[in-house]
């Protein structure tokens, strides 16, 4: 199925949404579930979220000198920088977020659809371990998909999709050919962007190589 192209509109709107109803969620958490586990290995709630507030929160010239700190390597910066900023309490790390769902913030080469991409999947590393079973919005987990499966995106993420048709069964959606890898759009996203989930989530898990990164 064709996914057709956002408007700049769609994505801004897109992008404010997700924040907010991230930021709903992560509010309804318990403080202890800010110590727990994300699908990023390493990353507690608190880091990942740090994560995703960091372009939000950071200057450009700040930003660049935590590039430099790190000798350039982004993974290394971000990595360091989540797990820093992640000791915050976890109010001042969900105001961040609250207060800039309007944030006009793009990564590098990504666009809008890049920052919403983002947002939606650094979300579902968190609602996945945690056991919440919130559902991305149609209109958003699309607009991701259309993103993700792009060839640049592809051959950023490391996903090797030769020979595997991915069907996600609750929105009629289906992108390449060969062994069928159904399951839904969000967990399809997630495994496009090299996340490893729990087991059961999928039907017909082929063996995949692909390397996580965003």
């Known amino acids: 199925m ?5 408007t700049h509109g769609d994505l801004t709107d897109a992008i404010a949404a997700e924040r907010g109803d991230l930021a709903a969620m992560l509010a309804a958490l318990p403080e202890r579930a800010w110590d727990l586990p994300t699908l990023c290995a390493g990353w507690r709630v608190r880091d990942l979220v740090a994560h995703v507030t960091m372009p939000l929160r950071y200057s450009a010239a700040r930003f660049v000198a935590e590039l430099a700190r790190s000798r350039g390597n982004f993974s290394a910066m971000a990595d360091r920088c989540a797990r820093r900023d992640g000791a915050a309490p976890a109010a001042e790390l969900l105001a961040a977020l609250r207060d800039n769902v309007s944030n006009p913030w793009k990564p590098p080469g990504g666009g809008y659809a890049g920052a919403l991409t983002h947002d939606v999947i650094h979300g579902l590393d968190a609602s996945v371990p945690l056991g919440i079973g919130r559902r991305v919005p149609e209109q958003r987990i699309r607009l991701v998909l259309g993103a993700i499966t792009a060839p640049a ?3 950023h993420f490391g996903t090797d999709l030769s020979g595997i ?5 609750d929105i009629g959606w ?3 050919s060969g062994q069928p890898l159904s399951g839904t759009a969000q967990d399809l996203a997630l495994v496009l962007c ?3 989930l729990p087991p059961g989530r999928l039907d017909g898990e082929p063996a995949m190589r692909f390397s996580a990164g965003i």
């Open 2 to 6: 064709t996914i057709a192209p956002a």
């Open 153 to 155: 995106a592809r051959k």
């Open 174 to 176: 289906s992108f390449g």
């Open 194 to 196: 090299g996340r490893k």
């Open 165 to 169: 048709e991915l069907r996600a069964d």
